[in-house]
């Protein structure tokens, strides 16, 4: 049975299941506060759980706050690099995706600071260090030459990006948090799809050397952010519990 509900604050609250032994498991659901009742009005809500299921799927509410927090900080990793990116571009119809992209990328910023400020967390509120300089630098070193090596060096940082979510949106969340992830896994697919064709119409598509170079590039970049980004997150993790234990 439902046992209890966070405040209802936002789109998110965090559910306690309680099954007839006691035992307990967490997890997020989508909901509303109705303006005149002043109550959760539950729109989406998790199937009970069975006793024998309840200690194997509980939620571990620390981890879920350090994956939040690495996404939200890919997502700042990537604003500064579109903002230079947009400037920079000189064909008026890649600035104009480009734009449209990033307000994907600030909309999930603001989900994502959303749900970890519901799971009790505090979002993080600066780039990955030192990787999100990385990412910017790779974007800057692109700028010199033009609009080709501007979507060069921001193929380059959405292929990280585009990994990253992509790993995370096969992991086993609750399921408010897995359609959120995966809805962003999805945008980021599309930008880095779309990058890659819009440098194939300007002739650095994939068979080419440049676009081999930046496939390579790409891999190798993503793969040293990666080892440090989850470095960090790790040890953001490790404050979380001893924060939550305190
Ligand atoms: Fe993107």
Known sequence: MVAMVSPPRGRFQIWRFVGKTGAVRHGLGIGQIDPQLGVCILVQRFEPMSDTTTDAKSVDIAALQADLADLLQLELDALPMYAMAISALRD????????????????????????????????????????????LGVQMAGLPGGDRTILLGFVSNEWQSREKYGRYAAKPYPPAMSRLIA????????????????????????????????????????????????????????????????
């Open 92 to 135: 008026q119809a890649l600035r104009e995706r480009l734009r449209t992209y990033r307000q994907d990328h600030e909309r999930h910023a603001r989900d994502l600071t959303a749900l970890i400020r519901e799971l009790g967390g505090a979002p993080p509120l600066l780039p990955h260090l030192p990787t999100g300089l990385f990412k």
């Open 183 to 246: 809805s962003h896994a999805a945008d980021e697919a599309r930008h880095y799809d779309w990058a890659c064709e819009a440098l194939r119409d300007l002739g650095c598509g994939e068979e080419t050397l440049a676009g081999q170079a930046t496939q390579a590039f790409a891999r190798m970049h993503g793969s040293v952010a990666d080892i440090l980004e989850g470095i960090g997150r790790a040890s953001n993790e490790a404050m979380i519990r001893m924060r939550r234990r305190s």
